[in-house]
């Protein structure tokens, strides 16, 4: 099943690994970002056979909450989603922002509630939808990855103006 929402200016969509080999095989005329997750173990869906303006961010992990149930989403494919996301956001850029994992209920869930609060400051999409279950230790750290690039963003920014202001007092 594709369940596909609309806020702002984009379309988002979950679906199942299934429902995605059919999707990207498909004409599309508009531009999609697509992440695509599979078990840490598991086989890629064949990019290849995309047709249309399609640019993919593909993952490896399972759904679980703790490494100790499998191979739990890292902070680095976390940050890689957040940048994917924010590199690819503008108007002129994406269309649609499109997730699948294994079934298109966790983890492809979480991870599309987590970027449709950090574009749209609204993930209710999701949370309210009962066909989806969206694994909380991932969409956690994603959430984790934004807030961190947000905090990294502004400590260079507060040091470009440290800078500024530091090298004015030394010329006086």
Known sequence: MIITMYRRKWKFSVMSAEDAEDFIRQPH?????????TEANGHHIDFHKCEGNITFLPLKFDDCTTDL???????IQAKNIV?????????DKTDWFCVNCGAGV?????VCAAVMRILCNDDMPVFTNSYFCPNMTVYREVLN?????????????????????NKDIVEE
Not at 69 to 75: F, K, R, S, V
Not at 146 to 165: K, Q
């Open 145 to 165: 990855a934004w807030v961190n690039r947000l905090s990294d963003e502004n400590e260079s920014v507060s040091t470009e103006i440290w800078n500024t202001v």
């Open 106 to 110: 966790s983890r492809s869930a979480a």
């Open 69 to 75: 149930e499998g191979t739990c989403i890292t902070d």
């Open 83 to 91: 940048n994917f996301v924010l590199d690819n956001h503008e108007e």
């Open 29 to 37: 005329f508009e531009r999609i970002r697509f992440i695509s997750i």
